[in-house]
């Protein structure tokens, strides 16, 4: 009997103490609970008691909203987009007028939706101008995903149960957190590109602070400045990462971008410039740096080339050796940005070719045929290379063959079959669809989604294959079989909608604005819109047609391109400062 109460009170303890653990969680769990509850009935206190923002009658801000048209992609300079034209147009007139461009490129009318309501709070326009809706037709995530449009609503949100599972899971384990491969400081030694990604979710690209969240095993999705998430797709091979966002591609080694690259980057700001000089002391300061003297030799030679073509001769020869020593992407960078200083294009284009033929890669080379402008018979020889680069075995990197499989459609502008076939080559590897989706939409009605789905048929090397194309093809043509884009004009009629009834909501009127280049699904929701709601809209498009007419049209859109160029983008302006104008009376 002695012995058994030791065993008995041994036995109780256990017990005991899960009991005064749940009382204590208990407790700390309905004080936080509490604190929780104050602290929402004081923030609906302070949001219920601020002030609405007063509109000033003399305020007269135009905010001009929408995808790559609106934000200028084409443009020579910020200056020369159709918002930034547009204010000079109003600003003898109208000095008190001010115009915003708040678009960013790649927009559907869903995204242009959920940031608008910020930027109504913040701007206060008269107007809004919306150019929307070329890019529903491709994008799949065409619902909005939140009700909050414009962050103006009171949330209440409970997070006491998760920092109770937190705490919970913390107790309970004390497994650190996986890190993810990708985190870390990354560099690219061949063009000074530099990637830092933090576990919080915070990424660095080039000095520019973004952030992350996950959007697959091998994809990201990156938002910088709050505006629309771009995908960025990334692999690791070795101790090497491989990160895309297209056309942005690098492959990257693991730590801090080298002191010596530095210099070669302010070089390379010093030639963006015209500082020659200052490019040239930065340039030779690297000359002697092991491992960056073929980058450092061949900003030199673009250094020295408006001033002393002798010394920039000598400089390429130097290039010239180190390439026959090592035919690797940064030697053949370094002698195509230094011919095309010099303006040899013929050199250029006869080295592009043996290159391309020679190691299947165009990685640094492909840029400079948009750079020279070819002749036809220049063009041809390309074309030729690229195609024998396509057959070289071992083949390249995936993205690699593909990037020589868009440059190939890019030169085939004047065959709209032979470009959509290579440009659904690409995407096929890398799973981008813009370069398709263009090839569609400057082919003149020649690429219709039937010639597409021929061109599956032709390229598909199995059923993985086919089905993915048939995934990108129908993906731009919309997934109905109809074909006949009902479902994008209706998802875009419903986003346009909504686009009205906030802009109204803060009392702005809004005025839809449809394409250069004809987009019927662009024009019917806005036909629709206008009808059900009377709603204003401005012609480009007829405006556009006038040019047309009068021989003008060559100089307004991009040559094989769907964007404008100045002209076009100061014909965009003049036609909405008319309708400016109009309603400022």
């Known amino acids: 009997m002695g012995d058994a109460s030791p065993v008995s009170r041994r036995g109780q303890r256990p017990g005991r103490r899960p009991r005064r653990g749940l009382a204590i969680a208990f407790g700390l769990g309905l ?25 000033d009658p003399a305020t007269k801000t135009i905010l001009c909203v929408g995808d790559s048209f609106t934000f200028g992609i084409g443009a020579s300079s910020d200056a020369t987009s159709y918002p930034a034209q547009l204010q000079g147009l109003l600003r003898e007139d109208h000095p008190d007028v001010t115009v915003v461009n708040a678009a960013w490129p790649g927009q559907t009318s869903a995204i242009v939706f ?24 491709w994008d799949t995530s065409r619902e909005i995903l939140t009700t909050d449009a414009g962050g ?4 209440v949100v409970c997070r006491t149960a998760r920092l109770l599972a937190l705490i919970s899971n913390a107790w309970r384990t004390e497994r650190p957190p996986e890190v993810p491969p990708f985190v870390g400081e990354w560099h690219d030694p061949d063009d000074g590109a530099s990637l830092t990604i933090e576990a919080d979710g915070r990424m660095v690209v080039d000095g520019s602070e973004m952030q992350w969240t996950t959007d697959g095993p091998d994809r990201l999705a990156v938002t910088w400045q709050g505006l629309a998430a771009f995908p960025l797709t990334w692999q690791r091979h070795g101790a090497r990462l491989q990160a895309s966002a297209d056309p942005w591609r690098h492959e990257f080694e693991p730590g801090p971008l080298p002191p010596a690259w530095h210099r070669l980057l302010a070089g390379r700001d010093a030639l963006a410039k015209g500082a020659w000089a200052e490019a040239a002391r930065e340039y030779s300061a690297c ?28 400089q390429i020869a130097h290039v010239q050796r180190l390439y026959a020593a090592d035919p690797g992407p940064q030697a053949a960078t370094a002698l195509v940005g230094a011919w095309l200083a010099r303006g040899q294009h013929e050199t250029l284009v006869t080295f592009a070719c043996a290159h391309l033929e020679r190691t299947g890669s165009g990685r640094g080379i492909l840029g400079a045929f948009r750079e020279m402008l070819p002749t036809p018979a220049q063009t041809a020889r390309l074309a030729e290379a ?43 590897l890398d799973g981008v669809a813009a370069g398709l989706a263009k090839a569609v939409e400057i082919s003149g009605g020649r690429v219709t989604r039937a010639v597409c789905e021929r061109l599956v048929d032709e390229l598909a090397k199995g059923p993985d294959d086919r089905a993915r194309m048939l995934g990108l093809v129908g993906a731009i043509f919309g997934d109905d079989d109809g074909g006949d884009g009902e479902e994008t004009t209706t998802s875009l009629l419903r986003h346009l909608r909504r686009i009205v009834a906030l802009c109204r909501e803060h009392g702005a009127e809004p005025v839809l604005l449809d394409y250069p280049r004809e987009v019927q699904e662009v024009r019917t929701a806005l036909a629709r819109c206008a009808k059900d709601l009377g709603v204003g809209t401005v012609a480009i498009r007829a405006a556009f047609e006038r040019a047309e007419h009068e021989g003008r049209a060559e100089d307004l859109i991009l040559p094989g391109k769907i964007h404008c160029t100045d002209a076009g983008y100061a014909l965009l302006a003049r036609t909405v400062a008319d309708d400016v104008v109009q309603r400022l009376r």
């Open 31 to 55: 004080a936080l609970l509490l604190l929780k509850v104050a602290l929402q009935v004081i923030a609906l206190a302070v949001w219920w008691s601020r002030p609405v923002p007063v509109v």
């Open 114 to 137: 959920q940031r608008l309501g910020n930027q109504l709070t913040r701007h206060r326009p008269k107007f809004v101008y919306v150019l929307v809706g070329y890019n529903d037709r």
């Open 152 to 155: 103006e609503r009171f949330l």
């Open 287 to 314: 000359l002697d740096e092991p491992g960056y003297e073929v980058l450092a030799r061949g900003g030199l030679a673009r250094a020295l080339a408006p001033v002393d073509a002798a010394a920039a001769d000598e």
């Open 386 to 428: 690229l195609r024998k680069a396509l057959r070289v075995d071992p083949p390249p990197s995936t993205l690699e063959r593909a990037e020589v499989w868009r440059a190939l459609g890019a030169l085939s502008a004047d065959d709209p079959v032979q470009a959509a076939r290579c440009m659904l080559a690409a995407a096929n």
